[in-house]
């Protein structure tokens, strides 16, 4: 796709991202893909629900060239869902709380002028492949796709209470909500079925990851890959609150992995059951039991190309 040929892009903006205090950055977005001859569509309405209706309108009205997101993990997770198969490039400017997509793509995260300038350079060169994951639940009440990671158990936890307060704002709300959540913190039975062998475990988490990260920079799978056609299965076995808290600094760092009690491995399918609630993409899923499965290569991305160094 060539920034000399004038495109039709979607621009999507979630004016809830980071709380509004970026609200300015999808106007920033729409001049600077105008200015370099594109037509724009920029869609912002009051929900995500009709954000979502009127952006499934317009992928059917006529074709795109160009899908772009302003916001965060929501968004992406919105966009998942939309584009997956369709062979319409994704591009993202970062503006949400989180941003563990981007950060995965690679995509400057706090400073919207670079992130357009990637997004702009990006458009001069074919769009990027990577996978997608699946989640079906079995009652087929669920289908929805995922771009990050799907988890449930602590996290999830930590998601559900963050969601019931109303202070205080931003990412401190999700920091209250691990301290609270660390008052009850007991593992769970989890029933699974990884590419067809039946296992049980006690865990305190267990997450199905596309991307290396999930709450806004923790490194829970460091050498997952976008587009190897896998997800990394991330299992944290039962532990007293005084080792969480001495590992879970090291979570940031991607040095847990070294842990004994932290397992990772890579697969096409896992079924999870608990009694837990998935979140993916920091989007509330629903209740386990749920399937989960890779899509390899369903979503295309305007992203920079994955660094060598960092393939497995």
Known sequence: ???????????????????????????QVVRALESAGHRVTRVLESSMARLEARCRELLVQEPLDAFVVVGGDGMVHLASGLLAGTGVPLGLVPSGTGNDFARGLGIPLGDPQRAVAVLLEAFEHPARTIDAGLIRAED?????????????????????RANALRWPR??????????LELLRLRPRRYDLVVDGQRRSVEALLVSVANNTSLGGGMLITPKALLDDGLLDLFIVAPMGRLSFLRIFPRVFAGTHVGDPRVSIERVHRVRMDADAVGYADGERVGPLPLDVRVEPGALRVLAPPAPEPARR
């Open 1 to 27: 796709m060539s920034a000399r040929t004038p495109r039709h892009v979607v621009v999507a903006v979630n004016p809830a991202a980071s709380f509004g205090a970026r609200r300015s950055t999808g106007d």
């Open 140 to 160: 087929g009440s669920t289908e929805r796709r995922f771009a990050g990671v799907l988890s449930a158990g602590f996290d999830s936890i930590v998601n559900e």
């Open 170 to 179: 931003g990412r401190q709300r999700y920091n209250v909500a691990i301290l």
